[in-house]
């Protein structure tokens, strides 16, 4: 495996994308998708934001990727009516996200883990991921600020979730909690899922992981997908090898086959999954994974659905004028509302 410095992420866009959106990598021409929408043809070609080149600083990146998430989160508010509480629950910061125009979560609530490779996404980042969500399902949505790298290392995000996640159960059951997550989310998302586990936890209603699995990525995708979206990669790296360089700083110095990092290896832990929905672009890094991660579930007995939408990249679904990202929001509601239980004190746990 080609190894970079492990804060720096290697995606670079180039003039390899042109103006209709087609690619041109070697010798190879890849026009832009026939089944996508003119937005996402759109977004493609101008509206993606390249990682920094040469930038290894966490500090710059944050900052970086703050400045894209806060315009992206201005947008969000522009389109979806929510209310936005900064507090704590189990002593971790999260962001409460409560639909205004649509509430009738009936005691469901869903937890959002961003994404942002363990180092980056919280604050308006998390926000992008949770405000569709939750005003197109009617359900509140607790985004967690987990701690990150190169800060904190593993489990200490698992450890943050698993304390809203037991704070929460305190008052509601665990069938009336979904957990979804993005990227490193929805990594993190299937880790959770082996924590509680190995913790005797019920394990929730329902999990969506969306452009990333419990499982590494590799496969076809980690080596296509850079140039299917336009990106220089450094050196004979592959889009697998820099996704994986870049969590070392959370993961180390576990090995890739531990599966309490990667849980999509170990068909015991698998079959215990919840119902589980996994949803990726044709042109993801992730999309191996989770098509794999997917058949590995369903071979376990798992009520799981997977969703690829062609010519669409890593994180699509956080462009809210796309009307791809529109469809992913209706199935993540679509999706919790059908796995978890309606809720009500008197009901009991």
Not at 108 to 132: D, K, Q, T
Not at 164 to 193: F, K, N
Not at 208 to 231: K, Q
Not at 260 to 268: A, L, S
Request: a negative charge.
């Amino acid at each position: 495996m080609h190894q970079s410095d492990p804060n720096l992420a290697v995606f670079d866009r180039t003039t390899q994308v042109g103006s209709d959106a087609a690619v041109e990598t070697g010798n190879l021409h890849v026009p832009f998708s026939a089944f996508a929408s003119e937005q996402a043809r759109k977004t493609f070609t101008s509206g993606l934001a390249p990682h920094p080149e040469g930038t290894n600083d966490v500090t710059a990146l944050r900052a970086h990727y703050g400045a894209f998430n806060d315009r992206l989160c201005r947008l969000m508010l522009e389109r979806f009516q929510v209310e936005i509480v900064e507090t704590k629950i189990g002593d971790v910061p999260v962001h409460r996200v409560t639909p205004t125009s649509r509430c009738d979560a009936d005691g469901r609530v869903l937890l959002n883990l961003h994404g942002g490779a363990f180092m980056w996404g919280s604050g308006s980042g998390a926000l992008v991921e949770a405000i569709p969500v939750a005003a197109t399902s009617g359900l509140p949505v607790i985004a967690v600020d987990y701690r990150m790298a190169p800060e904190h290392t593993f489990p200490a995000a698992s450890d943050d979730v698993q304390a809203v996640y037991e704070a929460l159960l305190a008052d509601l059951p665990a069938r009336a909690i979904g957990i979804y997550g993005c990227s490193a989310g929805a990594l993190l998302t299937a880790q959770c899922i082996a924590q509680f586990l190995a913790h005797d936890l019920p394990v929730p209603g329902g999990i969506s992981m969306l452009c990333g699995t419990g499982l590494l990525p590799v496969g076809d995708s980690a080596f296509m997908s850079g140039a299917l979206s336009g990106e220089r990669l450094e050196g004979d790296v592959t889009a697998g090898d820099a996704v994986l360089d870049v969590l070392q700083n959370y993961l180390r110095p576990l090995t890739h086959d531990d599966t309490r990092v990667f849980p999509g290896n170990d068909p015991e832990i698998i079959g215990r999954f919840p119902p589980s929905q996994l949803i990726a672009g044709s042109r993801d890094f992730a999309a191996s994974g989770a098509t794999t991660m997917h058949r590995r579930l369903v071979a376990a007995g798992v009520d799981a659905e997977l969703f690829l939408f062609d010519g669409l990249w890593h994180a699509f679904h956080i462009f809210p004028d796309l009307p791809e990202s529109t469809e992913v929001y209706d199935l993540l509601a679509r999706f919790f509302r059908r796995t978890l239980s309606p809720h009500s004190p008197e009901r009991g746990r």
